[in-house]
């Protein structure tokens, strides 16, 4: 019995990262209207400081000296990873729709392959290359909606593309994650990276609000933006490292892929988004490539 328990308990941690991280492009296109997009980011990064803050802070006091000697590193992380890669999300989301962006998070791990290639010198297979070369297809075909016409028009969704460019970011964050120094506890560094990316853009939110484009303050838009600061920014990332702790990073990083399924069905169910066949066989052509790639 007690390890039946603990086998649901693991799976309960590895399926639950992706469903959080899937309800925040759930919510974040269901309060286009009410949350501009830099303004989303700005609340969602304040709240999740303060959520973050006590489980950062003993890492925080044990590391300082660390993130003073690795401060320009750590400011070249939080540029791609916290300050842009969600801000292109929500932006790209005012006018594309979550099933299209969750479909197209699922490329990271090609991208992550792709840029290691180019910028960290890190040699590719056959199956590598052959896996990336499916994969874009299948990013192609999301973006142009199945229709190679919108390619000969250059008839592009603009929003597909500046999520995409968020997810480059993200790759090249994970990237440069992956080489920062072990030493550097993963939490303490992201409330650090979080406190660094506010200033960031809060020249972009006065800009923001400048132009017009100030937040709709309801009980609805409110409680959108405690649940992206709390649940995907925070909680994501604590069941997640935990899972990684349980399971090994291959296996976590695995259930990843259930994201777009989750987006699939929540978008379905809440935002009434219509499934398409181009949509399966986007997803088919991606998953089809992360499959080729991790072949030996």
């Known amino acids: 019995m007690g390890e039946t328990k603990g086998g649901w308990k693991l799976w309960a941690v590895l399926a639950l990262p992706p469903l959080f991280w899937a309800g925040n492009f759930i919510v974040a296109r269901a309060s286009r209207g009410e949350w501009p997009p830099v303004a989303l980011s ?17 890492w ?12 320009g590193r750590i ?18 989301l005012q006018t594309s729709t979550a099933t299209n962006g969750m479909l197209l998070n699922s490329t990271i791990p090609l991208l992550i392959m792709a ?18 070369i499916v994969s874009t297809l299948g990013v192609a075909v999301v973006i142009l909606q199945g229709s190679w016409e919108r390619a000969a028009a250059l008839d592009f969704a603009r929003g597909d593309l500046i999520i995409f460019a968020a997810m480059v970011a993200w790759a090249l964050y994970t990237m440069g ?10 939490i303490g560094l992201l409330a650090v990276q979080i406190a660094l990316a ?3 853009l809060a020249p972009f939110l006065v800009w923001e609000i400048s132009s017009g484009r100030v937040p709709v303050w309801t009980p609805a838009s409110i409680g959108a933006l405690v649940y992206i600061g709390i649940v995907p920014s925070v909680l994501a990332y604590l069941f997640y490292t935990k899972a990684v702790e349980m399971a090994g990073p291959a296996r976590a990083g695995q259930f990843i892929h259930l994201l777009p399924v ?33 072949r030996r």
Do not use: C, M
Request: aromatic share 18%; charged share 10%.
């Open 42 to 58: 700005f609340g969602r990064w304040s709240i999740a400081l303060i959520a973050l803050l006590p489980f950062a802070w003993p």
């Open 177 to 186: 994650l992956k080489t920062f120094p072990a030493e550097v506890n993963r």
């Open 115 to 132: 840029l290691g290639a180019l910028f960290w010198g890190q040699r590719l297979g056959l199956w590598a290359i052959l896996g990336l």
């Open 60 to 71: 925080l006091r044990r590391d300082w000296p660390l993130y003073r000697r690795y401060f």
């Open 198 to 200: 506010l200033p960031i």
């Open 262 to 294: 989750y987006g699939a069905i929540l978008s379905a169910a809440f935002l009434h988004e219509p499934l398409h066949l181009y949509h399966a066989a986007g997803f088919g052509l991606i998953l089809g490539g992360i499959v080729l790639a991790g």
């Open 75 to 92: 400011l070249l992380l939080t540029l791609p990873g916290v300050a842009a890669f969600n801000s292109l999300v929500y932006w790209g």
